[in-house]
């Protein structure tokens, strides 16, 4: 079992992408991901972000300075639609420790 239930994959931060049609800047996915943190979004129902990624199917960004705590306590600011994957090359080591289960 790699895919962890009740978690979400999530990134420490985001990056800003011009946007080819109108110029503007759009929150976007780093081009090189660091650490994938694990955050837990379960079982019970989640209010704000945590609730908002179970149903998205796009990365979900924390805006206006707000953070979320992943599973290791590091900040993050990016939810992925998808679960935390425990076999991940970049999975974060203290998140594994953290959701019991050994790196
Ligand atoms: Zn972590």
Do not use: Q
């Not at 090189?32 to 960004?61: C, K, N, Q, W, Y």
């Not at 590091?74 to 019991?100: M, Y």
Request: aromatic content about 4%.
């Amino acid at each position: 079992m790699a895919r962890i239930l009740d978690t979400c994959a999530a990134l420490e931060r985001f990056e800003w992408l011009r946007d080819g049609v109108d110029h503007g800047l759009d929150r976007g996915l780093p081009a090189e991901v660091e650490v994938v943190h694990a955050v837990i979004v379960g079982p019970e129902p989640m209010s704000g972000l945590r609730g908002e990624v179970l149903d998205a199917t796009e990365p979900v960004f924390a805006t206006h300075g707000r953070v979320i705590d992943a599973a290791c306590g590091r900040h993050v600011r990016v939810l992925l639609p998808e679960p935390f994957d425990s076999t991940h090359s970049k999975a974060c080591g203290r998140c594994l420790d953290a959701i019991g289960l050994k790196g």
